[in-house]
């Protein structure tokens, strides 16, 4: 698939800091809460008599502060509201070339993404945009978007990331919950296992970063770290953050540490040597067997550190 939105693409998500566009104290100190990606919400944290207004805040906060280079992104209300397509224009039309994304909500159908994908060609055109510089998150928080989450991981070229929405989700699947994102102790195993699964799937297959969502106890760094293991361990590429804390755990949390960075490089170097050197397709590497799948893997692994800001112990 021919790819757009180039410049986000590969950037580090461990942190996807969000930040309610209709708070001009929030969207002010943004910027300096050390997240990998911002993004700024029109939806869900944006009560309805302030979605409007909302819309020049946020084009303020991306034309004059200053967002280092991180992933900037705006969230902008789900198709079956009424408050989409004005979103886009007024949003996209005049935040300029800073503005990395669009994150699209609740999306229910690949068609959904497509009529966005449709509608950004048009405003960049409008608006001196190259075209294709705006890239698509999708959120899958509907049972509907998860049934429907292949078609909709390969809909469009500028899909950058698929998203997992576990409060919305929680509610669209009626679960008896109240909390949505944190674990149910009286389910015998995890709850979203087959969720999270089946999203990162659908997004590796098709090139995407694949997102948790937000976890709503704010308070608690330790619920916290415990319930994002699940989805570092799977291999997500990181989660979302409602405070800076979050942000400072997730970053921790979602990069390779040293040790297994180091690993994934001596790896690497010993299956060239085993390769190239002596012809030999498996070798042994201290008790392990490894061969090409392991090569695989270490090169993710390489690939996640380094875009972490890791470096190669001197040994
Ligand atoms: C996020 O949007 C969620 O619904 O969890
Ligand atoms: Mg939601």
Excluded at 60 to 71: F, Y
Excluded at 182 to 200: A, K, T
Excluded at 278 to 304: H, L, N, P, Q, W
Aim: net charge negative.
């Amino acid at each position: 698939m021919r790819r757009m939105s180039q410049r986000s693409r590969n950037l580090p998500r461990r942190s996807c800091f969000s930040t309610p566009g209709s708070n001009e104290r929030f969207l002010e100190k943004a910027p300096t809460v050390p997240a990998d990606m911002s993004f700024l919400d029109l939806e869900d944290s944006v009560a309805p008599l302030e979605k409007d207004s909302a819309r020049a805040k946020v084009v303020e906060a991306i034309r004059k502060q200053s967002w280092d280079d991180r992933v900037l992104c705006v969230r902008i209300n789900a198709w079956d509201t009424e408050w989409t397509y004005g979103d886009v224009i007024e949003v996209v039309g005049n935040s300029g070339e800073r503005l990395d994304e669009v994150m699209l909500p609740k999306v229910q159908s690949a068609a959904e993404v497509v009529a966005l994908d449709l509608l950004l060609t048009q405003v960049e055109k409008r608006s001196g945009l190259p075209v294709g510089h705006i890239g698509i998150e999708a959120q899958i928080e509907t049972t509907r978007g998860l049934i429907n989450v292949d078609e909709i991981c390969a809909a469009s070229p500028r899909l950058e990331t698929i998203i997992f929405g576990p409060a919305d989700f929680a509610a669209s699947m009626e679960m008896p919950v109240l909390t949505g994102g944190v674990q149910i102790p009286e389910y015998p195993g995890d709850h979203f296992h087959y969720v999270f699964s089946r999203i990162l799937m659908a997004g590796r297959a098709n090139g995407l970063q694949v997102i948790d969502g937000p976890y709503l106890r704010i308070k608690d760094m330790d619920g916290l770290r415990d319930f994002a293991q699940r989805t570092r361990v799977l291999g997500y590429d990181g989660k979302w953050a409602l405070t800076p804390d979050q942000v400072a755990v997730l970053n921790e949390l979602y990069s390779p540490t040293q040790e297994q960075f180091d690993h994934a490089w001596n790896i690497l170097d010993a299956y060239q040597k085993a390769t190239e050197d002596d012809r030999k397709g498996a070798v042994m590497f201290g008790d392990e067997m490894i061969d090409e799948a392991s090569r695989k893997m270490a090169t993710k692994f390489v690939f996640r550190g380094e875009r972490a800001g890791l470096s190669r112990s001197k040994d």
